[in-house]
C-alpha cells in the first residue's frame, strides 16, 4: 500500500508541473502486478525541443494509460490516435488476454458468468456459450446445486443448458432444477419449471412430485402442497394411492404426522388406499412411540382387509420400544411366526435398536445371531446400529470385530458412516483403532470424508505420531482433498510436538505460500520451540513472513468487507 502510494505521489507530481514531460518518465516492467515509477532527469535539466514534444506525446501517453490501466487493474479501451504528421496513420492496438480461470472448475466458470451482473437474456447466453465446457448433466447438477445461485438465475442457467446438445431433454433433467429450486425454497420458480416441463410434453413422474411435494412441506406450506395434490390431473398425474402414498410419507418424514393423519382419513372415503398407506401411517407415529395411534391405523388396516406384513411389524415393535414397551415388542416378535409371517432383517434390525437404547447388548447380540440363523443377510443399517452402539460404550474390540464382518460380507460402508465410526474412536484413547478403521476401509477402495482426515490429523498430532499424520496427509491429498488453514495446523502442531523443527517451518512456510496464515497460538508455540534450539535467526525470518501474510490476511478481510474479491 506504501509502494502504491509513492507511485501516485510521483505520477501526480510530475503530471502536475507540465504536461509534456513526460519524455522524463520511464517506465519499468515487471512480474509483479504492479510497476515501479522510476523518476530520471538528465544532468542539466533542460527542456525538450518541440520538435521531440510532437513526435513523443501521443507514444508516451499510451503508456501512461496502460501504467495507470495495471496499477488501478481496470481494462483500457485501445482507440485509434492518428498521427497528423505523418502521411500514414498507424494504428496501435494491443488486446491481451489472460487465462485466470485456468484453475476453476468448469461448475465454478459457469458460475462466474452471473457475477458479471449481465443485463439480458441474450447476453447471459452468450457470455455462457463462451465459457467454453464439456457441458455434461453432472456439471449442470454442480452448478445449481452448488454455490449461492439466485432462482432467476438457476432457471436462466437452465434454459440455456436444456438447449445445448449434450444435455437430454427429458424428466431426469428437468428433475434436477426442480430439486434445486425447492431445496433452496425458490418456490416460484420451481413452480414455473413444472409448468414448464408439462408444456414441452414431458409428463412428470413420482420422482418428481415427491421433490414437489417435500420443498412445499419443508418449507412449512403445507397447504400449497395439499392443493398441489388436489389439481394433479392439470400436470398430468393420477390421483391416486401412489400419489397419496409420497404426499403422506413427505408429511411423516418432516414430522407432520397430525396433518398425515388428518389428510388420511380425509382421503379415506374418496379413493381405494393400499397396505403401503397404512404402513406409512404407523410408521410416522412409530417415531413418537404412539401406541394408542399406531393400534388404530393398525385397527383399520385389519378391517379393510389387509393383512399386517414384515414392515407393518417393523414400524410396531419400534414405535412399542420408543414407548418403553420392550416386553411387548418381545411379544409381537415372537407371535410373527405363529401367524405365518417370517420376521426379515428390518425387523431383526428394529428389536435390535429396542436393545441398544436400553443398552442390553447381550440381547442386541441374540437377536444378531437370530437373525443369521433365519438365514436373513444383514445390511449395513444392521451394522452401523451395533457398531455405533458399541463405541458409544466404547467397547472397541466388539466394533472392530463386528467392523470386519461387514468388509467380509463385502458390504461397503459408505463416507458417512466411515465418519460416525472414525469421530468417536478420536475423541478418547489413542488413534490406533481409528487408523486401523482408516486403513481397511482404504484397503478395499472405500473413500474417506475430509472431515474424517482432518479428525485423524488432530489425534494423531496430539499424540505425536508423525510418520503415520504424513501419510494420513499424503494420502488425503492424492485423494483429492485440498488442506486448508485447519490441516496445516495439526501438521505443525505434530511436528513440534516431536521437535522436528525444521519441517514444521518447512510446512508453516508452505501454507503462509498458499495465503493460510495458522493460529497464533500454532505460530507461538513453533517460535517458542526454535528460541529454545537457539535458532534466533530462523526464528526472526519465520517471524517476518508471519507478519506480512497477517497484513495480506488482514487487508483481503477489508477488501471481502467492503465487496471487493480480489
Not at 496513420?89 to 487465462?99: D, Y
Not at 464439456?134 to 432457471?155: D, K
Not at 414405535?319 to 418381545?330: F, I, N
Amino acid at each position: 500500500m506504501a509502494d502504491l502510494l509513492h507511485r501516485l505521489q510521483v505520477f501526480s507530481f510530475n503530471f502536475n508541473r507540465t504536461r509534456y514531460h513526460f519524455p522524463y518518465l520511464t517506465f519499468t516492467s515487471s512480474f509483479i502486478p504492479f510497476s515501479t515509477f522510476e523518476l530520471r532527469s538528465d544532468s542539466q535539466n533542460t527542456e525538450p525541443s518541440v520538435s521531440q514534444i510532437n513526435n513523443r506525446s501521443d507514444l508516451d501517453e499510451r503508456h501512461v494509460l496502460s501504467e495507470l490501466s495495471d496499477l488501478f487493474q481496470f481494462r483500457r479501451k485501445t482507440t485509434e490516435i492518428s498521427n497528423l504528421y505523418k502521411e500514414d496513420s498507424v494504428t496501435v492496438k494491443q488486446i491481451e488476454r489472460r487465462a485466470v480461470d485456468a484453475f476453476l472448475l468448469p461448475e465454478e466458470k459457469l458460475r462466474g458468468v452471473f457475477l458479471q451482473k449481465l443485463k439480458g437474456k441474450t447476453a447471459i447466453e452468450n457470455a455462457l456459450s463462451n465459457v467454453g465446457v464439456n457441458l455434461s448433466l453432472e456439471v449442470v447438477a454442480n452448478v445449481v446445486n452448488r454455490g449461492n445461485l439466485g432462482g432467476e438465475a438457476m432457471v436462466t442457467f437452465f434454459s440455456w443448458a436444456i438447449k445445448q446438445p449434450g444435455i437430454p431433454k427429458d424428466i431426469d433433467s428437468y428433475n434436477i432444477i426442480v430439486k434445486a429450486l425447492g431445496r433452496r425454497k425458490f418456490l416460484k420458480f420451481m413452480v414455473e419449471i413444472l409448468h414448464e416441463m408439462v408444456k414441452e410434453g414431458l409428463k412428470p413422474n413420482l420422482e418428481t412430485l415427491a421433490i414437489v411435494m417435500d420443498s412445499f412441506v419443508a418449507a412449512r406450506q403445507i397447504h400449497r402442497a395439499k392443493e398441489m395434490f388436489e389439481n394433479l390431473e392439470g400436470i398430468g398425474l393420477i390421483r391416486d394411492a401412489e400419489a397419496l402414498n409420497v404426499l403422506l410419507q413427505c408429511l411423516c418424514q418432516r414430522s407432520h404426522v397430525g396433518a398425515a393423519d388428518s389428510l388420511f382419513h380425509e382421503m379415506g372415503g374418496k379413493m381405494k388406499l393400499n397396505c403401503m398407506t397404512y404402513n406409512i401411517m404407523i410408521g410416522g407415529w412409530s417415531k413418537y412411540g404412539r401406541v394408542s395411534e399406531m393400534e388404530r391405523i393398525l385397527t383399520s388396516m385389519v378391517s379393510n382387509g389387509f393383512d399386517p406384513d414384515c414392515l407393518t411389524h417393523s414400524y410396531l415393535i419400534e414405535g412399542l420400544g420408543r414407548a418403553g414397551k420392550t416386553d411387548d415388542a418381545v411379544e409381537i416378535f415372537d407371535h410373527m411366526k405363529e401367524k405365518g409371517c417370517a420376521p426379515d432383517t428390518r425387523v431383526y434390525n428394529a428389536m435390535i435398536s429396542n436393545f441398544i437404547s436400553i443398552r442390553n447388548f447381550d440381547e442386541c447380540m441374540k437377536y444378531y445371531k437370530g437373525l443369521l440363523s433365519d438365514s436373513c443377510e444383514p445390511d449395513l443399517d444392521t451394522y452401523t446400529k451395533l457398531i455405533t452402539s458399541f463405541l458409544k460404550a466404547r467397547k472397541v474390540a466388539d466394533a472392530l470385530e463386528m467392523f470386519d464382518e461387514i468388509l467380509d460380507r463385502g458390504i461397503v460402508p459408505t463416507t458417512g458412516t466411515v465418519t460416525s465410526f472414525i469421530e468417536p474412536l478420536c475423541s478418547f484413547g489413542p488413534p490406533h483403532a481409528a487408523t486401523i478403521i482408516y486403513k481397511k476401509v482404504r484397503r478395499i477402495g472405500g473413500k474417506i470424508s475430509l472431515q474424517a482426515y482432518k479428525l485423524l490429523l488432530m489425534r494423531l498430532s496430539r499424540f505425536g505420531k508423525c510418520g503415520m499424520l504424513l501419510n494420513v496427509w499424503d494420502d488425503m491429498q492424492e485423494s483429492g482433498h485440498t488442506s486448508d488453514m485447519e490441516v496445516y495446523e495439526y501438521v505443525i502442531n505434530g511436528l513440534c510436538n516431536i521437535g522436528h523443527l525444521e519441517n514444521a517451518v518447512l510446512v508453516m512456510e508452505e501454507a503462509l505460500r498458499k495465503g493460510f496464515c495458522p493460529s497464533r497460538m500454532i505460530c507461538s508455540k513453533l517460535n517458542n520451540k526454535l528460541l529454545a534450539s537457539n535458532q534466533v535467526e530462523k526464528a526472526y525470518k519465520l517471524f517476518l513472513k508471519i507478519k506480512d501474510a497477517r497484513r495480506h490476511e488482514n487487508a483481503r478481510r477489508y477488501w471481502r468487507a467492503n465487496g471487493w474479491h480480489f
